[in-house]
């Protein structure tokens, strides 16, 4: 155990994304009260009125790093902490970076759309975009890996994917698009900068199995 999600070496991406979550809580806490609305959104909250009104598209990114209350930082960090080293040591610390953050923004991207579309002006913060979107990089790996992945299955995979999902809406105030958003996104780009690649170089390795095979068989034909 101890040796799988405690070794700061193969994974520091994820040690990394926690830790600066955890800092960004603790001087927002210092400073006010993280489960107040009004203090969350003068300290980068995503919010519809105040993108459209005033540009501050920043919030998109920013609010990513943001939680409301303990619960919520430590449910999502526990989130990221397990599924983050997972999908880390197998795509490289450099695109699981883009894959989180990328996730996350597209995430509070999709729904400010939503927002303010429905004409909604709620107050959004929360890096579960990002988390959704290793969930969906990791459902990319499973795949393509044949459906098992480090004791993970497809099952597994896809029955955790939809519970998530439910929960998220069986209950209220949950920013469901914004986890849409980034399970869409996590899974696409991980499909495009390691499941296609990594397709390719397995197709090789069978090719190349097979080929040393029937030469094999050829040689010892011919030896006849």
């Known amino acids: 155990m101890k040796d799988e999600y405690f070794n700061f070496k193969e994974t520091p991406i994820t040690f990394i994304l926690v830790a600066v979550n955890i800092i960004v809580f603790i001087v927002l806490e210092i400073m006010g009260d993280t489960t107040d609305g009004e203090f969350m959104l003068e300290s980068g909250a995503m919010n519809p009125g105040r993108i459209l009104e005033y540009g501050e598209f920043y919030r998109l990114f920013s609010a990513t790093f943001l939680h409301f209350g303990i619960e919520h930082l430590?449910?999502?960090?526990?989130l990221l902490f397990f599924l983050g080293q997972f999908l880390e040591r197998e795509v490289g610390p450099t695109r699981y970076l883009g894959i989180y953050l990328i996730s996350g923004l597209s995430g509070s991207f999709l729904s400010f759309l939503y927002m303010a579309v429905m004409g909604r002006n709620d107050i959004v913060a929360g890096a579960s975009g990002g988390i959704f979107g290793l969930v969906g990089g990791l459902l990319i790996v499973v795949i393509v890996n044949r459906g098992h992945f480090r004791g993970i299955s497809i099952k597994r995979m896809l029955f955790?994917?939809?519970?998530?999902?439910?929960?998220?809406?069986?209950?209220?105030?949950?920013?469901?698009?914004?986890?849409?958003?980034?399970?869409?996104?996590?899974?696409?780009?991980?499909?495009?900068?390691?499941?296609?690649?990594?397709?390719?170089?397995?197709?090789?390795v069978d090719f190349e199995d097979e080929k040393n095979y029937t030469l094999d068989n050829n040689d010892d034909n011919e030896g006849r």
Not at 74 to 78: F, G, I, K, P, R
Not at 177 to 197: A, D, K, M, R
């Open 160 to 204: 955790m994917v939809a519970l998530t999902l439910y929960f998220g809406f069986a209950q209220a105030g949950v920013d469901n698009v914004g986890h849409l958003g980034g399970i869409i996104t996590g899974f696409s780009l991980t499909y495009l900068s390691y499941g296609i690649s990594t397709l390719i170089r397995m197709q090789y």
């Open 74 to 78: 430590m449910n999502n960090m526990l």
